[in-house]
């Protein structure tokens, strides 16, 4: 693989962080991986809050102009942005999905400790429709996994309007999740979105560990401070072992 073979756009989650760390590890393989803020910097939303997905564009379209393939890597809400940009844009030929969700989610901020029910993502200047988050108050729920689950649960079936419409992505799709996950249950979303594709005649690259949580650690990278505000679950050794899985998938795309 040459250096301009395959360019990546790589999302961070709710950290709000630019995957610096990630990106040079993942340059001395020969990918052109641009770490990309998506929020919380100027000019942009302050929280996961109406982002405009299209504001994504630009980078895309740099590493378009200099790489033979480009695609997203993105974990988390930064996975979630990633799957609805390639199911929006043909120049997307590779999607790299870490610890994602398989419907799209409205915003996590919260007001008086309740959801505000505003949508976390636009297109060209509409919300997209994510599932509602439960009202936490009053309610002594383990983790952010629980609130996730349960927010789900509450829909009773009726998701068709939230469902990330992952068949449209014509593209490479790797998805990896740890079953141990206590942000949200990337595993059943992983299932999920590698069902729907297959029904379609797609392939999916599914990579699980057992023992991971919502963090993978791609080799090479060190695990950032843990927050307190959201559990990852997993343990360090599993993390890498689903993070080999992970570079080992990236390295065969090209």
Known sequence: MTHSELGLMVLSGSSGRLETQRCEMLRTHGIDAVPVQWFGGTGQPRTPRRV???????????????????????????????????????????????????VVWECPDLEDGRPVHD??????????????????????????????????????????????????????????????????QSAAFCEDIVARRTHHGQDTTHLVEAGAGHRVLLPGEQAPPPRTDLPAGGDPEADRALGEKVLAAILELG
């Open 119 to 184: 949508a976390k993502w636009t297109w060209r200047g509409e919300p997209i429709a994510g599932v509602p988050y439960v009202d936490q108050t009053g309610h002594a729920l383990a983790d952010a996994r629980e609130v996730h689950e349960k927010s789900v649960a509450a829909l009773n079936g009726n998701r068709v309007d939230y469902d990330i419409p992952v068949e449209r992505i014509d593209a490479s799709v790797i998805v990896s999740a740890g079953g141990d996950d206590r942000v949200w």
């Open 52 to 102: 405009p997905l299209e504001s994504l564009l630009p980078h895309l379209e740099q590493l378009d102009r200099r790489c033979r393939r480009v695609g997203i890597l993105g974990v988390s809400f930064g996975a979630e942005a990633a799957l609805l940009l390639a199911a929006r844009d043909v120049r997307v030929s590779a999607v790299i999905a870490l610890s994602p969700t398989s």
